[in-house]
């Protein structure tokens, strides 16, 4: 069965911190990986994507995806409190007849305090 | 631009009932994928949508069941609805290819009762 792992957390960080979240995959011949943000209540919306080994930035967040070792992390660095939320972590599966599943782990949830 | 787009926001149904919901990709897109996402978890994935048959199907029994129209938008349908059944169903829309990043809608939460 093809997985995306995260840690559910919480994860408590105080305001001006780093914030480490990180994620592994089953399947290594997934090429697309992607970060994405729920607040409660709220739908998905994406943050970041990374298809290439190595670091990806984008303000205060850096995607890092390591191939080899089949995980992807995503660091918010000087977390604000409107960071707190539930970061999805997703992968496009491989499937049959050449199509890709976008696949979600379970989310970590992120707590930042003043 | 429009982004995705659901229909309805929230509604509540009577176990046994069947509900349909309604989903527009955002423009230029041509393929839609549905979601469950369940109180506490992740979204799960239904079904997948393209050229208006279904390409891809996770592990959901037969009462789930969609459609895609000839613009790309599609619907979900339920049947016989069961108390989990409620959930946050979310409707993606993305180009078809392996880097392709989906758009999610704002969802549609579904409560039975």
């Known amino acids: 069965q093809k997985e995306v792992e995260q840690n559910s957390g919480p994860l408590s960080v105080p305001e001006g911190a780093i914030a480490s979240l990180n994620c592994t995959y089953s399947?290594?011949?997934?090429?697309?990986f992607f970060w994405y943000r729920q607040y409660s209540g709220k739908s998905p919306e994406l943050i970041m994507s990374?298809?290439?080994?190595g670091d990806k930035e984008d303000g205060r967040f850096t995607a890092q995806l390591n191939k080899a070792s089949q995980y992807v992390s995503l660091l918010i660095r000087d977390s604000q409190p409107s960071d707190s939320a539930t970061y999805l972590c997703?992968?496009?599966?491989?499937?049959?007849?050449?199509?890709?599943?976008?696949?979600f782990g379970r989310g970590t949830s992120l707590i930042v305090h003043p | 631009d429009a982004g995705v787009t659901q229909s309805p926001t929230h509604l509540i149904k009577t176990r046994g009932q069947q509900v349909t919901l309604r989903c527009s990709p955002k423009?230029?897109?041509?393929?839609v994928s549905w979601y469950q996402q369940a109180l506490g978890q992740g979204p799960q994935f239904i079904f997948q949508?393209?050229?208006?048959?279904?390409?891809q199907r996770g592990n959901f029994p037969d009462r789930f069941s969609g459609h895609q129209f000839p613009n790309y938008s599609s619907e979900l349908n339920v049947n016989a609805l069961l108390l989990g059944d409620s959930a946050l169903y979310l409707c993606?829309?993305?180009?078809?290819?392996?880097?392709?990043?989906?758009?999610f809608g704002e969802g549609s939460w579904l409560t039975v009762v």
């Open positions: 423009s230029g897109h041509d393929t």
């Open positions: 399947d290594r011949g997934s090429q697309s």
């Open positions: 949508y393209y050229e208006e048959e279904e390409r």
């Open positions: 997703a992968v496009n599966l491989g499937a049959s007849g050449g199509s890709y599943i976008p696949t």
């Open positions: 993606a829309s993305s180009f078809r290819g392996p880097g392709n990043t989906i758009y």
């Open positions: 990374i298809y290439s080994n």
